[in-house]
C-alpha cells in the first residue's frame, strides 16, 4: 500500500464518518460535526486529487460544481422533511449537468436537466407536495439503531474508494487524449447532428425496444388506473337501468 | 484570450439583463395602456418626469411602480416555510433570465471578435454556437415549474397550493405539443442552434408558411407555457386570489410578476426566432450572408426586436380579447387536440422533408409546392378535428345525462 492509496483509506474514513454523523438524527449538534467533517475530507480530497486540467480557472470552475454537487447530494440524504430532500437533489442534478457541460457532453448535460430535474423531480414534489407529509416518515420512525446508517455510510466508501483507484489507474495508463477526443466527437461543432446519427444507426434496435418498453409502460398504467377506478368500493361506471 | 471570452460574454450579459428588465417595465405600462383602450378607458397617463409637470403620457409610470413595490415591507406570513418562500421567486427568475443565454437578440457585429481567435465577428447571443440551443430553453423553463411548486406550496395556504398544483399541471402538460411544434422545426432546419435555424429560414424561407400546423401548436402552446389569458389558470383572481403568490409581497412579488413578462418575451422571441424567421425581413433590408456592415447589422437587430415586439403586442391583445378556460377544457385541448395536431405536424414535415431530400426538389417552385401541401395537411387536420370535436367536454353528473337519454 503506498501514500497514495493510504491518504485515500484516511480520507475515505473521515468522509464516512462524516456521512454517519449528518444522517437524520434526533440531535442536531452531530449533524454540524458531520457537516464540517465532511468539508474537511472534501479539502483533503481536493489536496491529493488535483485534476490535471488546463488552467486555473478551469481548475477552480470544476471544484466549485464538483462541491456544490457533493454537498447538495449529501444534503439531499440528510433532510428530515422530504420537499427539502427533493430541492436538494435537485440541485445536485443541476450540479451533475454543470459538469457534464463542463466536459464538453452538451446533449447529456441538457438531458439530465431536462428529464431527471425537469420531469422525474417535479412528479416527485407534486407527490410530496399532495401527501403534505409532517414530521418524520414511517421508516424513520422504525428504528434499525445505528447499523443501518453505518453500513450504508461503508459500502458509499467502498464503492468509491474502488471508483478512484480504477479511475486512477485509468488516468496513469498512456491515452492519447485529443486523438481519443476527436473520434469521440465531442468536440466536434456539430455533435448533436453527429450524436444523433450515430444514435439512430448504430444502436438503432435498443433505441425501439427502449420505445417499445415505455409504450408498455404507458398502457399499462393507464390499465391499472382504469382498473382501480372499478374498485369494488367506487360506484359503478355506468348505472343499470 | 480567456479573458477576452469571459468579458465578452459579461458585456452582452449585462446588456441583455439590462434590456429585459427595462422591457419587462415597460410591457407592464403597455399592457395597462392596451387594456385602457380595449374597455375604451385612459390609462395610466399622470407619471411623468419626477419632481416636475411634465408628464410624458404616463411614460415615468414604471419608475413609480418599481419604487412603490421597492419600498412596500416585504411581509413574511407566520406560518410558511421560510427558506422555500424565499427561494422560489429568486429561483424562477434565474430561471427566467437563464433561458435568454441562447437566445438571439440580432446577428453578428461587423467586429472582429477577439474571443475566439479565429477572426469570427461577435455573435450577438451570449452563449453563441451551442448546439442543443432550442433543449436548453426547454429544460431550464421545466426548471421554472419548481419555482411556482414551491412558491405555492410554501405558502402553506389553500389558494397557493391549488395555484401551484394547477400550474404545474399545466407546465408539463403543455411541454409536450410544445415539444412537437418544434420537433418539425428542427428535422426541416437539420439543426438545434437557433441563430442556425434563422440562417436557414433566411435562405429557404419562413417556417410559418412552411409548417403551418406547427406554427398553430407552438404559438398555443406557448401562450400556455408562458400562462397568458387563455390558460392563466394559475393564477386566476376570482377563482383563487392570485393562485401560488397570493401570500407574496413586496420585493418578492416583484420578482414573480418580472418573471410572468420575462416568460412572454421567451415565448414571443421563440415565436420570432423559430417560425417569422428571427433578423430576416424579405425585400432586401436584410441578406442572408454573415457579410454585413454596421448598418445591416443594426438593422437586424432592430428587424428581430421589432418582431419580438409585435408578437408581444398580439399576446396582450388575446389576453384583453377571451375569456379563461375551464381546467377540464385546457387538460383536454392540450391531450386531446393539440398532441394530435402535433403528431400530424411532424409526420407531414417528416415526409415532406423525405421527398424534397430523395428528389433533389429545390428551388422556390418546389418550395411553394411542398408549402402549398403542408397548409392542405393543416387545413384536413383542423376540419377533422372540427367534426370529431374531441375538446367538446360534457361535465354535466352521470345521472343528468342518464335520466336525459331515457326521457328523450
Redesign the interface.
Known amino acids: 500500500m503506498n501514500g497514495a492509496s493510504g491518504w485515500l483509506c484516511a480520507v475515505l474514513l473521515l468522509g464516512m464518518v462524516a456521512l454517519c454523523l449528518l444522517l437524520p438524527a434526533t440531535t442536531r449538534r452531530r449533524r454540524w460535526a458531520g457537516a464540517l467533517l465532511g468539508l474537511l475530507s472534501l479539502l483533503l480530497m481536493l489536496v491529493e486529487v488535483l485534476l490535471p486540467l488546463v488552467s486555473w480557472t478551469a481548475q477552480a470552475v470544476f471544484w466549485v460544481l464538483a462541491a456544490v454537487t457533493i454537498g447538495a447530494a449529501v444534503a439531499a440524504i440528510s433532510m428530515t422533511k422530504p420537499v427539502y430532500t427533493a430541492v436538494w437533489f435537485g440541485l445536485s442534478l443541476l450540479g451533475t449537468a454543470s459538469l457534464l457541460l463542463f466536459d464538453g457532453a452538451q446533449f447529456l448535460s441538457i438531458a439530465t436537466v431536462a428529464v431527471y430535474a425537469g420531469a422525474i423531480l417535479v412528479t416527485f414534489l407534486f407527490v410530496i407536495m399532495l401527501a403534505q407529509p409532517e414530521g418524520r416518515a414511517v421508516y424513520d420512525r422504525i428504528t434499525w439503531r445505528w447499523y443501518s446508517k453505518a453500513a450504508a455510510a461503508l459500502v458509499a466508501a467502498i464503492l468509491m474508494g474502488i471508483l478512484t483507484l480504477a479511475l486512477d489507474r485509468f488516468a496513469r495508463t498512456e491515452v492519447p487524449w485529443a486523438p481519443a477526443l476527436e473520434q469521440l466527437d465531442v468536440l466536434h461543432p456539430a455533435h448533436m447532428a453527429r450524436f444523433g446519427g450515430e444514435l439512430f444507426s448504430k444502436h438503432l434496435l435498443s433505441i425501439e425496444v427502449a420505445g417499445a418498453l415505455l409504450l408498455v409502460a404507458l398502457v399499462g398504467a393507464i390499465s391499472i388506473m382504469i382498473q382501480s377506478g372499478r374498485s369494488p368500493g367506487a360506484p359503478p361506471e355506468r348505472m343499470e337501468p | 484570450m480567456?479573458q477576452a471570452i469571459v468579458l465578452e460574454a459579461l458585456i452582452k450579459t449585462v446588456i441583455v439583463i439590462g434590456g429585459l428588465a427595462t422591457g419587462a417595465a415597460y410591457l407592464v405600462l403597455l399592457e395597462r395602456k392596451m387594456a385602457a383602450w380595449v374597455q375604451d378607458r385612459i390609462g395610466p397617463n399622470r407619471a411623468g418626469i419626477p419632481l416636475t409637470d411634465i408628464r410624458l403620457g404616463g411614460l415615468g409610470q414604471p419608475l413609480a411602480d418599481g419604487l412603490k413595490v421597492l419600498f412596500k415591507e416585504d411581509f413574511t406570513p407566520a406560518h410558511v416555510?421560510r427558506?422555500?418562500f424565499t427561494?422560489a421567486p429568486v429561483l424562477i427568475l434565474v430561471a427566467a433570465f437563464a433561458a435568454f443565454a441562447v437566445i438571439p437578440f440580432g446577428s453578428v457585429l461587423p467586429v472582429r471578435s477577439a474571443a475566439t481567435g479565429t477572426g469570427a465577428p461577435v455573435s450577438l447571443v451570449i452563449a453563441p454556437?451551442?448546439?442543443?440551443a432550442v433543449?436548453?430553453v426547454?429544460?431550464?423553463s421545466?426548471?421554472a415549474?419548481?419555482g411556482v411548486?414551491?412558491g405555492?406550496?410554501a405558502s402553506n395556504n389553500k389558494y397557493s397550493?391549488l395555484g401551484?398544483?394547477r400550474s404545474?399541471a399545466q407546465l408539463?402538460a403543455y411541454e409536450l405539443p410544445m415539444g412537437l411544434g418544434l420537433l418539425g422545426i428542427v428535422v426541416a432546419a437539420?439543426?438545434?442552434n437557433l441563430e442556425e435555424i434563422i440562417v436557414r429560414q433566411a435562405a429557404g424561407g419562413w417556417y410559418v408558411l412552411l409548417q403551418p400546423l406547427g406554427f398553430i401548436v407552438f404559438v398555443v402552446a406557448a401562450f400556455a407555457e408562458a400562462a397568458r389569458l387563455p390558460f392563466d389558470l394559475p393564477e386566476c383572481e376570482q377563482e383563487l386570489v392570485g393562485g401560488y403568490h397570493t401570500e407574496y409581497s413586496g420585493m418578492r412579488l416583484l420578482l414573480f410578476l418580472l418573471t410572468e413578462f420575462l416568460h412572454m418575451i421567451t415565448a414571443a422571441a421563440l415565436i420570432v426566432i423559430l417560425f417569422l424567421g428571427g433578423w430576416h425581413l424579405p425585400g432586401g433590408l436584410t441578406g442572408s450572408t454573415d457579410e454585413v456592415g454596421w448598418f445591416g447589422a443594426l438593422a437586424r437587430v432592430v428587424v428581430l426586436v421589432g418582431k419580438v415586439f409585435l408578437v408581444i403586442v398580439v399576446f396582450m391583445l388575446v389576453r384583453w380579447s377571451w375569456p379563461r378556460f375551464r381546467y377540464d377544457q385546457l387538460m383536454s385541448l392540450a391531450w386531446k387536440v393539440m398532441l394530435p395536431l402535433g403528431m400530424v405536424n411532424f409526420l407531414t414535415v417528416a415526409v415532406l422533408e423525405q421527398v424534397r431530400w430523395a428528389w433533389r426538389l429545390e428551388g422556390p417552385y418546389w418550395t411553394a409546392l411542398l408549402a402549398a401541401a403542408a397548409w392542405g395537411v393543416c387545413a384536413i387536420a383542423v376540419v377533422l378535428l372540427a367534426v370529431a370535436a374531441p375538446g367538446v367536454a360534457d361535465n354535466r353528473g352521470?345521472?343528468f345525462t342518464?335520466s336525459e337519454e331515457?326521457t328523450g
Request: hydrophobic share 55%; charged share 10%; with cysteine.
Open positions: 480567456n416555510d427558506w422555500l427561494l454556437g451551442v448546439n442543443v433543449l436548453y426547454f429544460a431550464v421545466s426548471i415549474v419548481y411548486i414551491l405555492g406550496w397550493l401551484g398544483l404545474s408539463i437539420g439543426s438545434l352521470c345521472r342518464e331515457q
